[in-house]
């Protein structure tokens, strides 16, 4: 049975930062493109970055340079540093990994705000 736990969210001032952890169970996040989305209420839900196997990464514009995903082979684990958080940046993230079939996990919330 594969498993994503997402951690790490939480409240965080405007320029704060957050780690978002995603704990995989049942797959190799190595053999896997691994990645992060979030969906903010009344929105879609969008894809923020992605880690290949190969260990390309991708950004969208607005997280590009504040931003990095990283994998932790070893940990089984796939990571989110999020530095100069911005009241946009409030979502639900999830954990997403891709292959043949796709897997989700449950999400965890940021919210931005002072």
């Known amino acids: 049975q594969v498993q994503l736990v997402e951690s790490g969210g939480g409240l965080v001032q405007p320029g704060g930062s957050l780690r978002l952890s995603c704990a995989a169970s049942?797959?190799?996040?190595?053999?896997?493109?691994m990645g992060w989305y979030r969906q903010a209420p009344g929105k879609q839900r969008e894809l923020v970055s992605t880690?290949?196997?190969?260990?390309?990464?991708n950004y969208l514009d607005s997280v590009k340079g504040r931003f990095t995903i990283s994998r932790d082979n070893a940990k089984n684990t796939v990571y989110l540093q999020a530095n100069s958080l911005k009241p946009e940046d409030t979502a639900v993230y999830y954990c997403n990994a891709r292959l043949v079939f796709e897997y989700w996990g449950q999400g965890t919330q940021v919210t931005v705000s002072s």
């Open positions: 880690i290949t196997r190969s260990g390309s990464t």
């Open positions: 049942g797959i190799g996040v190595s053999g896997y493109t």
